[in-house]
């Protein structure tokens, strides 16, 4: 009989808080806030990612074109952005850590991939 490795309590209330409270796209945590967000289409996560700032990544997110989440939020309109685009973040000093836990209980919970997740996050 096998048995799935059951994800620890404050992982997956972290992955659940980043799906429950979704913000407008252009709202942004305080400065220098190291954590997890996530980048969701009509309240659905399609990228989740880990920073040392999150304000300035995600304003990287909107800006930039290095990565897929970055050219496919660039070629969105603002009015196509305020109506299906919201952001959401969740403070965690051991972000590194768990990062993949949290993507992978996002994904359970979404029954479902995240759509511009290349790769696994990294784990401790």
């Not at 404050?10 to 954590?35: C, D, F, H």
């Not at 050219?71 to 972000?95: A, E, F, G, M, P």
Request: aromatic fraction near 8%; hydrophobic fraction near 25%.
């Amino acid at each position: 009989m096998s048995r799935t490795k059951r994800v620890p309590r404050p992982i997956e209330n972290a992955s659940k808080r980043l799906v429950r409270k979704p913000r407008p796209w252009y709202s942004r945590p305080p400065p220098s806030k190291k954590g997890l967000y996530s980048v969701m289409k009509d309240k659905r996560p399609i990228y989740v990612g880990r920073s040392c700032d999150i304000r300035r990544r995600l304003n990287q997110h909107f800006s930039g074109s290095s990565q897929a989440i970055d050219r496919y939020l660039r070629t969105k309109s603002n009015s196509y952005l305020q109506r299906h685009i919201q952001v959401s973040w969740v403070q965690d000093k051991r972000n590194k850590c768990h990062e993949q836990s949290v993507m992978k209980g996002v994904e359970r919970n979404q029954k479902r991939r995240l759509t511009y997740n290349k790769r696994a996050g990294d784990s401790c």
